[in-house]
T-cell receptor
Framework: GDSVTQMEGPVTLSEEAFLTINCTYT??????LFWYVQYPGEGLQLLLK???ADDKGSNKGFEATYRKETTSFHLEKGSVQVSDSAVYFC?????????????WGLGTSLAVNP | EAGVTQFPSHSVIEKGQTVTLRCDPI?????LYWYRRVMGKEIKFLLH????????ESGMPNNRFLAERTGGTYSTLKVQPAELEDSGVYFC????????????FGPGTRLTVT
């Protein structure tokens, strides 16, 4: 069925380390893809998105490229900061029917140490 | 512009009691979604309103859950009677009827059933 598979955490990195969080999806067609972030004590915020194949979403130094060949949307950041500590969720739009609900991965907790 | 708000932020109730969660979407957003994250699991879709109409309630776990959106503004989600497995974080999101697929999330309500 439709799903989003996300790298399990928790992930612990030192400041300035390189971050990759893997995300793959199953779908018919090419649904819009998203990364949401939840900082401690806050709600879900959209981090970045890509609406079609080969698009690259970017925000706050984070990037993810929509790869249709591998059905992936891996999140990367070249140099993480302590303030990036949060839970990261990969999601895709439901592109069947009229309901544009989001289908989610499990979430990956990231802790960045100084 | 005010974001999506949810009330209460945290609720602790005993099994068998009733709880009502409230969501106020961004003004003018006709789409309203409810999602739930049970600990250790992915965020799951519960239901979708367009204005006051339920478009899709396929994610509602059972008939102990009742959602309403009177007048197409705020929405309530009532759980009656609550069971232990209903514990989790309930997220509300809204989006405009036309435009992109980004959903704007509230901070969530953490429900603990003891």
């Amino acid at each position: 069925g439709d799903s989003v598979t996300q790298m399990e955490g928790p992930v612990t990195l030192s400041e300035e380390a390189f971050l990759t969080i893997n995300c793959t999806y199953t779908a018919t067609g090419y649904p819009s893809l998203f990364w949401y972030v939840q900082y401690p004590g806050e709600g879900l915020q959209l981090l970045l998105k890509a609406t079609k194949a080969d698009d690259k979403g970017s925000n706050k130094g984070f990037e993810a490229t929509y790869r249709k060949e591998t059905t992936s949307f891996h999140l990367e950041k070249g140099s993480v900061q302590v303030s990036d500590s949060a839970v990261y969720f990969c999601a895709r739009i439901n592109n069947a029917g009229n309901n544009r609900k989001l289908i989610w991965g499990l979430g990956t907790s990231l802790a960045v140490n100084p | 512009e005010a974001g999506v708000t949810q009330f209460p932020s945290h609720s602790v109730i005993e099994k068998g009691q009733t709880v009502t969660l409230r969501c106020d979407p961004i003004s003018g957003h006709d789409n309203l979604y409810w999602y739930r994250r049970v600990m250790g699991k992915e965020i799951k879709f519960l239901l979708h309103f367009v204005k006051e109409s339920k478009q899709d309630e396929s994610g509602m776990p059972n008939n102990r859950f009742l959602a309403e959106r009177t007048g197409g503004t705020y929405s309530t989600l009532k759980v009656q009677p609550a069971e232990l497995e209903d514990s989790g974080v309930y997220f509300c999101a809204s989006s405009p009827l036309l435009g992109g697929y980004e959903q704007y999330f509230g901070p969530g309500t953490r429900l603990t059933v003891t």
